[in-house]
């Protein structure tokens, strides 16, 4: 920003002493301004308001009380602002009070304290801020934390001049609290450079200084930063506490030290930029007073920032999901310890590693926001692709790990980054595909698009850029004879990962199904943990992994496809891309939550069955089933046993009955032929009686179905696939058993014939 003297350009910023300000008296008008840097392509725009300045409802008291005093005209004064960008909302306390939070972190506090350019910083803030509901881009960030920061400073200087700062800032004591917190020299520096004061500016000794009102807290009042209060003359009386303040202002000139004027302005700041229309003068701005949102919550003595961690977590939010998002928020940064990184292991086209001295066998996976095709043939950047990468990685490899699929995925750790199981990585992608699309229809001409593969259909790629990843066959993975951590990559480890991959697809593929939407292929890769010497699921699964169509349309595929198809790059096609990237982070969320209740109710005849019960309802827990168990006999207490049949059929949960009965087993088939559910009976054998009593469970009248089996496993596990044919992930617990007991077998006959070798 720049005032316009004898026709030359003079610099008005606070980062320079202007003389002008020197001449200024008690009397001159003060209006506040806030902040500002040269303006560059990436940082925020400066504007000036036009001379159409509207009035705040919450002066027009004021106007009505200066009507009598010198006329005002507005074409006198222009407000310098800095433009938030974006939509432009105002500031809510609550989102306030999170960035407050935010900015609080010490790591964060740090990297301001040391950044000049600190784009990235503001980047970084703006995504912690959207984890909890609060959308403000990069530089309505910075902005509100640089008018927060000089709004302090500026009251700091001014200590001892006017009432408590707590009554003119509302957020006062947080800010003092990280502000404190900050290094000395960083402070000192910070103080020298927030705005041109001249000790002669100051209101005289004596001089009763006027108490700022609580005006009207609206948030238009608090963003602007930009409130004016009257210079107080000597002998002038206090006014009620309760009035708004007055404004003075003085017209520009050649000499800033005469033809001085006092009017009563109202000045409303704008978001919206505006051009300059002339080139009169524009005053010096300097702030003599914040606008005052405060409430009588704020007190002196909490100026610690733990009290903004208070704030944050009691702050009123209108949905109650967004509530438990800023808790799980604040806890979650409130304890994560940070990582310390130690070097670099290896940098992707879309992440880098990072080694976690710390934790020995783990390592951080940071993600990157650059997107590519074809071998990084095509490479951009995509603002805020790594948080939601990062994200749909997470929540794919909870749901796998959940299901009981090995994988070297630990916890998230950040927005873009999460821990992993160190891992040598196997150079091959695994690629399994349902339906013929792509790649494959120019490998395999006269297949058409669209053709289904029933079974999946298993292909393997050699990861070599240089030769445009080369499709390999299984006898040449077996040739390149690759060992990682003393492994040796054979035929039983191939087998392993031919049928892991399917398993993966087929449970993603149940699970992207409950959102109607196709997966159509995907690439998964293994890498061989360092520590345990297994094969597990490595590297991400994200957007760039798979082919999505939703409702099998291929027009309104959401993946990375729509990125390839590209023909130009421009910005609107890249803010396509980054919203088909945002639908599926937020739909793959929806993948870990149950489409239905279930329970199983296990029915026994005495409480001389619990043991065998107690079997039935932990493999149930295995499955995430719930288990009910209850007392009843259907010989001794026919009536009960039917009233606890109706209890259950009566609130709509899917509901499996087994039934444990010894000796003469009635129980089965009198629940089998009063209900429509599925019946199992799970008789406990004894070593004497056994071979007769299981008759009564065998042989059944006509007209009952219930099925008869011995082991409460096995018991439950029926239980669990009537189940899974409607709740996908108690089928993925099934799908990830399956594969379980297949790898041990074939795992323990390489055993077998290592040992005969």
């Known amino acids: 920003p720049t005032d316009r003297k ?147 400073r500026t009251l700091q200087r001014g200590k001892g001049k006017r009432s408590d700062p707590r009554r003119v800032m509302r957020f006062y004591d947080e800010v003092d609290a990280i502000l404190k917190n900050s290094s000395g020299p960083q402070r ?53 506490r309760d009035e708004e303040p007055s404004i003075s202002a003085k017209r520009g000139s050649k000499n800033r030290g005469s033809s001085k004027v006092e009017v009563p302005v109202q000045v409303h700041v704008e978001y919206k930029c505006k051009e300059e229309e002339d080139d009169s003068y524009t005053p010096i701005i300097q702030i003599n007073s914040v606008c005052s949102i405060t409430t009588s919550a704020f007190s002196p003595e909490k100026q610690d920032v733990p009290e903004t961690m208070q704030h944050l977590q009691n702050a009123r939010v209108s949905h109650p999901k967004r509530l438990q998002e800023v808790q799980t928020l604040t806890g979650e940064m409130a304890s994560a310890p940070e990582l310390k990184l130690g070097k670099k292991l290896n940098e992707g086209k879309t992440k880098e590693i990072y080694e976690l001295p710390g934790q020995p066998g783990h390592v951080l996976v940071q993600s990157k926001d650059q997107i590519t095709a074809g071998n990084a043939a095509r490479k951009d950047q995509m603002e805020g692709k790594a948080a939601i990468a990062n994200q749909t990685t997470c929540s794919v490899f909870k749901l796998l790990h959940d299901s009981g699929i090995k994988t070297a995925f630990v916890k998230q750790q950040s927005d873009t980054a999460f821990v992993a199981a160190h891992c040598e990585m196997i150079p091959i992608e695994w690629v399994c595909r349902r339906i013929a699309t792509g790649s494959f229809l120019k490998r395999n001409p006269g297949v058409k698009e669209g053709y289904r593969f029933s079974p999946l259909k298993m292909e393997m790629f050699f990861k070599d850029d240089a030769n445009n990843d080369p499709q390999w066959s299984e006898e040449q993975l077996i040739e390149a004879k690759f060992c990682f951590v003393g492994l040796k990559i054979g035929r039983c480890e191939i087998d392993v990962m031919n049928r892991s991959t399917m398993a993966i697809f087929e449970i993603l593929e149940k699970a992207w199904a409950t959102q109607d939407c196709t997966l159509v292929d995907m690439k998964i890769e293994f890498g061989v943990n360092v520590t345990t010497k297994e094969i597990v699921l490595a590297d991400v699964i994200d957007n760039d992994s798979w082919r999505l169509w939703p409702s099998g349309d291929r027009s309104q595929q959401k993946d990375k496809q729509v990125y390839r198809d590209l023909k130009e790059i421009t910005p609107e096609a890249m803010q396509v891309v980054k919203r088909n990237f945002e639908w599926v982070s937020e739909r793959v969320k929806l993948l870990l939550e149950p489409r239905s209740s279930s329970r199983v109710v296990v029915l026994m005849g005495s409480t001389s069955d619990m043991a065998h019960c107690d079997k039935i309802k932990k493999a149930c827990a295995g499955f995430g089933i719930a288990c009910v168990q209850r007392v009843t006999s259907a010989h001794k207490g026919p009536d009960e046993t039917l009233r606890i049949k109706a209890e259950y059929e009566g609130d709509g949960v899917p509901t499996v009955f087994v039934a444990v009965a010894g000796r003469s087993n009635g129980l089965g ?89």
């Open 6 to 152: 004898d026709g030359q350009e003079i610099d008005i910023s606070e980062e320079k002493n202007n003389p002008g300000l020197g001449n200024s008296t008690v009397e001159d008008a003060v209006i506040t301004c806030i902040k500002k840097e040269p303006t560059e392509a990436d940082e925020d725009s400066v504007s000036i308001t036009s001379e159409d300045l509207t009035i705040p409802s919450s002066w027009k008291r004021l106007l009505k009380d200066t009507e009598d005093r010198t006329p005002f005209d507005r074409t006198q004064i222009r407000v310098i602002t800095v433009n938030d960008t974006g939509i432009g909302r105002n500031w809510s306390d609550e989102e306030v009070r999170a960035l407050i939070f935010v900015w609080s972190d010490e790591k964060i506090r740090r990297q301001l304290e040391g950044a000049t350019r600190n784009k990235d910083i503001f980047v970084k803030i703006s995504r912690r801020l959207m984890q909890i509901g609060i959308d403000r881009d990069w530089k309505q960030c910075r902005t509100k934390y640089k008018n927060l920061k000089y709004v302090y």
């Open 188 to 240: 000192k520096r910070s103080e020298e450079h927030s705005q041109p004061t001249d000790q002669n500016n100051s209101e005289e000794k004596g001089t009763p200084s006027r108490p700022d009102s609580r005006a009207d807290s609206s948030a238009d009042d608090e963003d602007s930063l930009c409130t004016v209060e009257k210079s107080v003359c000597r002998g002038t009386k206090r006014k009620a």
């Open 669 to 757: 088939p009198v629940m089998s032929g009063n209900t429509a559910y599925p019946v199992i009976n799970c008789p406990p054998v004894s070593p004497d009686w056994g071979a007769q009593d299981i008759w009564s469970s065998l042989r059944m009248p006509s007209g009952l179905g219930c099925t008869t089996i011995l082991s409460p496993d096995a018991a439950a596990q029926f239980a669990a696939q009537i189940f899974g044919l409607t709740d996908h992930l108690v089928w993925a617990k099934l799908r990830a058993s399956i594969l379980n007991t297949w790898v041990s077998l074939k795992q323990a006959d390489k055993k077998l014939q290592e040992c005969s070798l």
